[in-house]
């Protein structure tokens, strides 16, 4: 049994061997490329031609219109929201509450307007004394 696994731990470093040499660069010389060795030199790249910039006063006119087009689209992004918020508030009210004329003043705020009122009178009154009282 030792004999079989002394004879498979030199068969697999035979084996590796030459692999480990390919990667290190050792067996092709003094000028191998290996994975250590100098890099190679790219190629040279064309250069490209530049372009000529163009006018500032071509760039502020093509900014401007594509301001506007923002700001148009905008608004009629707002306006479809707005008829499509309306819209459903619209189908979602109840039917009693849309045949309804009646004023909100004469509604449940009628008492808390007396109220009001009645408060009012009485601050003037006291507005009033102490003017007299001076």
């Not at 760039?59 to 219109?65: F, G, K, L, N, P």
């Not at 923002?70 to 608004?75: E, K, S």
Request: hydrophobic content about 35%; some cysteine.
């Amino acid at each position: 049994m030792r004999c079989l696994a002394l004879i498979v731990c030199v068969l697999g470093l035979a084996l590796a061997a030459p692999v480990a040499s390919a990667q290190t660069g050792q067996g092709q010389g003094q000028g191998g490329s290996g994975a250590f060795g100098p890099l190679p030199q790219p190629a040279p790249e064309e250069t490209a031609t530049p372009t000529p910039p163009p006018s500032v006063e071509a760039q502020e006119q093509t900014d401007r219109t594509l301001l506007y087009l923002i700001g148009a689209g905008l608004v009629v992004l707002f306006v479809v929201i707005g008829y499509v918020i309306t819209r459903d508030a619209r189908s979602s009210l109840p039917e009693e509450a849309r045949t309804e004329p009646g004023q909100r003043d004469q509604g449940p705020h009628r008492h808390a307007q007396q109220a009001k009122a009645k408060a009012r009178a009485k601050t003037k009154a006291q507005r009033r004394a102490r003017r007299q009282n001076r």
